[in-house]
């Protein structure tokens, strides 16, 4: 007889952050005198890049953040990104900078991720920011991982001691969500494309982050009744349905909570980049609110 899991609302969850978040800056622009100020570089024509920043432009319209974008061409030079980025390094009313990924071919993503003022990195895509994640868990937080984390905490499981397993190790989501749990006191597993026999790993595991990319990878026989089930990955099939890396329909009989795709961890991820430019204002400016 097996029990169907709670279903995490990531949606409603990133709604009421969001909320929050408006009354932060509410109280930030009064006592600034001005609203925190987001930019983000685009660079090229990606249909998919477009539609994350709009998507953007949106939420931060919605907390009262001011949103600028840059959009350069796509065979931009990458002299011509890092210039770029690093006057909005150098601009007072700019607390917050993105440059939406990925970059076209001929461009070093480090070499512009690089060029970002640590301080207004509000991906924490910056080696300084990652690590501070790495040695003390401090700077700015990644936003999906921080996502993740704040949705596994809303369950009101406690984390600390339990077994996670966080399978994918990217530097955008796997790595930075091992080190944020870890920091919990979990004992985490790392699982990636060498792992042998990730059905039994991932059995382990009291907590199951997933993003890798792969529709379906994560059937009812890799996860622990009762498990907390988090499903990063986005999907698109060729029928256009958008679809995640754990097989919803058999997964949600096992697990004791689980996300959906659409509006699980998507929505809190752009929550959490409202979050992190408050935040990044906040700090540059020391007001605390
Ligand atoms: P990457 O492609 O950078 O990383 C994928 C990871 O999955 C790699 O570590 C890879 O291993 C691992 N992997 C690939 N195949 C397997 C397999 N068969 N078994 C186990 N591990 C495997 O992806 P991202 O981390 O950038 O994104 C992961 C997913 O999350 C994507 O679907 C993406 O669209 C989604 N995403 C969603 C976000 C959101 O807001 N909801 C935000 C960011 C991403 P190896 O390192 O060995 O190659």
Redesign the pocket.
Known sequence: MSMAATIIDGKAIAAEIRASLKERVQKFSSTVGAAPGLAVVLVGDDPASHIYVRTKERVSGEVGIRFEKHHLPHDAAEEEVVRLVRRLGERDDVDGILVQLPLPGHISERAVLEAVDPAKDVDGFHPQNAGRLLAHGSGIVP??PA?ILELIRRTGVRIEGKEAVV????????KPTALLLLQQHATVTL?????VD?PKVCRRADILV?????PQ?ITAGYVKPGAIVID????RLPGGELV??VAFDEVKDVAGYLTP?PG???????AMLAQNTIDAAMARRGVSC
């Open positions: 936003c999906t996502g399978v994918g190790r990217s530097n955008i989501v796997g699982a990636h494309s060498r792992t990730l997933v993003a890798v990319g792969r990878l990063v990955g986005i999907n995640g890396d795709v699980g961890v998507g929505p809190m991820t752009i």
